[in-house]
């Protein structure tokens, strides 16, 4: 998450978009002064993130996953997985 991200939609995750093999992990690390989550219903929820912290998902099911954050719903991302 970028600095002011709790502001943003589709920019508040850098990079928004992302391609990744299956079997990876993606790390979201929070470069932001307030908590937020990467949340994709029924794929991942790395629960509260801190300022300064990081949570890692591991990917392990092909397609677009389109996730948010749970704090500032406004906030989205999308993971797609080959």
């Known amino acids: 998450m970028v600095a002011g991200a709790s502001l943003l939609t ?9 391609t990744v093999a299956r079997g990876s992990s993606v790390t979201f690390v929070n470069n932001d002064n307030t908590s937020h989550t990467a949340t994709a219903s029924g794929s991942f929820d790395t629960g509260l993130i801190n300022p300064g912290s990081s949570k890692t998902v591991t990917l392990s099911t092909a397609g677009t996953v389109t996730y948010h954050c749970t704090v500032h719903p406004g906030m989205t991302g999308v993971l797609i997985v080959q």
């Open 10 to 18: 589709t920019t508040a995750y850098a990079p928004a978009s992302l």
